[in-house]
């Protein structure tokens, strides 16, 4: 008997079909600590990020943390880019002064 129940119990949670996935947080905080004002706490935080953004506290936390990686790469790549850049353009004023410097060396050549 006990075996059905508990096969019935993990399949309901397993299923997905637990009503309120912001109670099993704060279920479990009570049974374990006994602490009824924390739990409460929980799970009206829960309830309220919910229905703020529509996404579980989790869920925004996982969104959160992947939106920072992309912005910590957008901008690894434009400093890359932007040294990229420094360094062509100061090749480029090289080359600039060097062919100026080569022609007038020439002049100089072809004039004595």
Do not use: W, Y
């Not at 009824?36 to 869920?59: I, M, R």
Request: with cysteine.
């Amino acid at each position: 008997m006990k075996n059905i129940f508990l096969n019935i119990l993990l399949l309901i949670f397993l299923s997905g079909c637990l009503q309120s996935t912001a109670m099993v947080g704060p279920s479990m905080t009570f049974v374990s600590t006994g602490n009824f004002s924390h739990a409460l706490g929980t799970f009206v935080t829960n309830k309220a990020v919910e229905e703020e953004t529509g996404l579980q506290p989790h869920e925004l936390i996982v969104k959160k943390v992947e939106e920072q990686q992309i912005k910590n790469k957008d901008k690894k790549i434009n400093k890359e880019l932007s040294a990229m850049l420094e360094n062509n353009i100061r090749d480029k004023q090289l080359l600039i002064l060097l062919e100026n410097n080569i022609k007038k060396t020439r002049k100089i050549i072809n004039s004595n």
